[in-house]
């Protein structure tokens, strides 16, 4: 088989076979040996294959195969007795025989034991370790680990006699469609980085909704206490996970609901419309005036108005925003890399009125801002907000300090547009910065303290006169959270409501209005993006 459609099947059927494993092993390394070698015989055995007409039973018979043979090479143990319960290790124990069915309840109960109870029951029964020598082991009195053997005797037979359900999640696990932060991220990428493996994510979101011991997550999720332990460690470590009372676990990351409302979403749009068109009667006139005579400005179409729609959209996304006095300081997630930022998961949605007719056009308001970028090395900052009013790609991620020095490079003459700096001027290109004759087409200001100090603030009165409504629609939008969110959510609905999304309706109405012409697309690569720097193209 052609190499192109092998590394086609093994990609789509990794979840698939790593799912596999998980549900023979009972630990994190197990699984990732065992479906590192079903991968491994799977891909070979495909390359060896002219054709197979049915994929996803082909993978299911190697993985089956693997599997037997791991479990001949890696799990041959004598068999030992534990209350009268036979657990020994056979060459295959996924037969259909009642034995082996006995084998595998206790051997799942073993696993749901803690981590100090597991491990004496291994050391007695499977490593025929003295209590003596186990005590020395685990550096406790000789009467706890008699104690712990007890109880976990008790443990298991109360198990086995038990039907262990597995809850919501582990049937049908939630899945994320985008992540994002308000923040710093430090080294990492945030959510993206801590939560991007599903069942961490699932993790988190098992105790979201309600306080949940390590216990009770691994029978929300259907799998075994000792497979996850790592990853809850991990995940607390991170701050993902917040220890509470009983030892139970929750999380202050801001999960979007399960189900979206378009009849909610379009009260919410309304009342932003209205306050775009109140922004633009009564706020716009005295931004415009406060920067009409400003100077040492670089705009390279030379459209002036491009410079007065970056400062509208900066005034109502930055000096608009209604206030609260609360202290949101214990939702910030403080990460081992040293990020502290409030963590943002967009769910996979439900819609609960599906048959709703909008009543307004339908328009994409969402906004990757403000992103404010500096250099430790040049007098170079920037300024920005990517919307589809650009035509930038790539939002925060694309967004580089870097970007900003080899600008000031080429502006200092520091590089040439040479073989030396190839890969400087390819990225400078690459993002639109330079055009191929080498010409700087984004907005540069010498004073960046100065333009911004001078973009008006939004009066108390007129604050007030959108506090009324924005806490109604908070107050609405809070009902569908946990208890421990909706500060949060109250909060941050009353802030952004007026915010980037109120600045792009602006933006509409000040182009459909006619008040400023439309963009060309050479000045869209600049709009919303001002570069701040003592040195201004010629």
């Not at 680990?145 to 109360?158: G, P």
């Not at 597995?166 to 801590?194: C, D, N, Q, R």
């Not at 993790?203 to 259907?222: N, W």
């Not at 403080?334 to 996979?348: M, R, S």
């Amino acid at each position: 088989m052609d190499k192109t459609k092998v590394d086609g099947i093994i990609t789509e059927y990794l979840e698939k076979i790593y799912g596999f494993a998980i549900k023979k092993s009972f630990s994190y390394e197990e699984a990732e040996e065992l479906s590192a070698e079903i991968v491994k015989e799977c891909y070979l055995s495909l390359l060896k294959s002219e054709e197979v007409y049915n994929i996803e039973g082909y993978i299911w018979r190697i993985s089956e195969h693997v599997y037997s043979k791991y479990v001949a090479v890696k799990k041959r143990h004598e068999g030992i007795s534990l209350d009268n319960v036979t657990i020994s290790y056979e060459e295959r124990w996924f037969f259909e025989d009642d034995s082996a069915e006995e084998l595998l309840r206790l051997r799942r109960e073993v696993a749901y034991l803690t981590t100090t109870r597991r491990r004496i029951v291994y050391l007695f029964y499977y490593k025929s370790c003295s209590i003596a020598s186990i005590a020395r082991q685990l550096g406790m009195p000789a009467g706890t680990v008699k104690w712990h053997l007890n109880k976990a005797r008790k443990e298991l037979k109360e198990g086995f006699q038990m039907e262990r359900a597995i809850g919501k999640l582990g049937i049908s696990p939630v899945k994320a469609t985008s992540m994002g932060h308000s923040g710093h991220t430090g080294k990492m990428a945030g959510p993206e980085t801590f939560l991007a493996d599903k069942l961490d994510l699932n993790i988190v979101y098992s105790v979201y909704h309600k306080p949940r011991t390590t216990e009770e997550i691994a029978e929300e999720l259907g799998v075994t206490p000792v497979f996850i332990e790592d990853k809850i460690a991990s995940l607390e470590a991170n701050g993902y996970l917040v220890k509470t009372a009983g030892d139970r676990f929750t999380t202050y990351v801001y999960f979007q609901p399960e189900y979206r409302s378009l009849e909610q979403e379009e009260q919410r749009t309304k009342m932003q419309l209205k306050a775009a068109e109140l922004l633009l009667e009564e706020y716009v006139p005295t931004v415009r005036a406060a920067i009409a005579d400003f100077k040492d400005a670089y705009i390279p179409s030379g459209n002036r108005e491009l410079l007065q729609a970056a400062a509208i959209f900066y005034g109502v996304s930055e000096k608009c925003a209604l206030t609260t006095d609360r202290d949101l300081s214990k939702y910030y997630i403080k990460d081992t890399a040293g990020g502290k930022y409030i963590a943002l998961v967009e769910l996979e949605k439900e819609c609960v009125d599906p048959d709703f007719k909008p009543t307004i056009p339908q328009k994409d308001y969402g906004a990757c801002g403000s992103m404010n970028r500096c250099s430790c090395k040049y007098p170079v900052s920037s300024w920005s907000t990517d919307t589809r009013i650009d035509s930038r790609t790539g939002y925060w991620k694309n967004n580089l300090n870097s970007d900003y020095e080899y600008l000031y490079e080429f502006l200092s003459g520091a590089i040439k547009d040479d073989a030396a700096n190839a890969e400087k001027f390819a990225r400078l290109k690459e993002r639109a910065f330079l055009s191929q004759e080498n010409k700087v087409e984004v907005m540069m200001l010498k004073d960046g303290k100065a333009f911004k100090n001078a973009i008006p603030r939004l009066s108390e009165e007129q604050k007030n006169r959108f506090a009324e409504y924005a806490l109604e629609s908070a107050m609405q939008k809070a009902k569908h959270y946990p208890a421990q969110m909706q500060d949060l959510v109250v909060d941050w609905a009353v802030i952004n409501f007026i915010g980037s999304a109120v600045a792009i309706m602006v933006m509409d109405l000040l182009y459909e209005k006619g008040i400023f012409r439309p963009l060309t697309e050479e000045e869209k690569i600049s709009a919303n993006l001002l570069v701040f720097s003592d040195i201004l193209p010629e």
